[in-house]
């Protein structure tokens, strides 16, 4: 009996093993199948849009991390040359000795990017979140995603299959510490966005709209 237990956990395993495999494999092909398309380099190519949302990447000693220095550079970019008017701000600001917000906010302000041009999302703590805040509470309905190339892909498919006319903005300019191990893990996480998205997930915040063609609310909190 025990024998014959031992057989169909050894053919179990290997099947289950498999199943997961090739479901990550259609996750991963749809991802980068859908997201493709809509991804560019160069800044002339990028379509006009309103609203340009930029990713939090980390802060060091109250400056940005490099990852996120090169995406406020490609999104202060964009806004110079016409493509977005707005500035979305999407970071980590969940203690008074870590705000990635107020960096970011700081660093455009320097840029001579106007502060009426400038938006921050207070509740975007993953892509995910961010995206469908974006669409909910800051109304944007059409957006160019402004990151390293290695996560615009999931950042794309999310907006998109959200409802959310997306673009991206490839940030890359030079080398990246730890830019392979982000990158592997980054292939985790466009398997859990494919979940997320045919799961419906909601946000643990959403709280009162901030219309991106309104009021700014860049000075609030500071």
Do not use: W
Request: hydrophobic share 40%; glycine share 6%.
């Amino acid at each position: 009996m025990k024998f014959v237990f031992r057989r169909k956990y050894l053919l179990v395993v290997p099947l289950a093993c498999f199943v997961i495999a090739m479901a990550c494999v259609f996750a991963l092909t749809l991802v980068k199948r859908q997201s493709n398309q809509y991804t560019f380099r160069q800044t002339e190519h990028v379509p006009s849009c309103y609203t340009g949302i930029i990713f939090g990447a980390g802060i060091r000693n109250g400056k940005p991390s490099k990852y996120l220095q090169d995406r406020l550079d490609a999104g202060i970019r964009l806004y110079e040359a016409g493509i977005v008017q707005r500035l979305l701000l999407s970071g980590d600001n969940s203690s008074h000795n870590y705000d990635e917000l107020k960096v970011m906010r700081d660093y455009c302000l320097k840029k001579n990017v106007r502060v009426d041009d400038i938006f921050l999302d207070f509740a975007g703590f993953d892509t995910y979140s961010t995206l469908y805040r974006a669409k909910e509470v800051f109304k944007v309905d059409r957006a160019v995603l402004v990151s390293q190339n290695y996560h615009l892909n999931r950042a794309i498919y999310i907006g998109r299959s959200l409802g959310l006319d997306s673009y991206g903005y490839i940030a890359d300019k030079g080398h990246y510490a730890g830019y392979r191990r982000n990158y592997l893990r980054e292939v985790l996480a466009m398997v859990n966005a494919f979940m997320e998205v045919n799961l419906n997930r909601k946000p643990k915040f959403l709280g009162e709209p901030v219309d991106i063609k309104g009021a700014s609310n860049a000075l609030l909190h500071y």
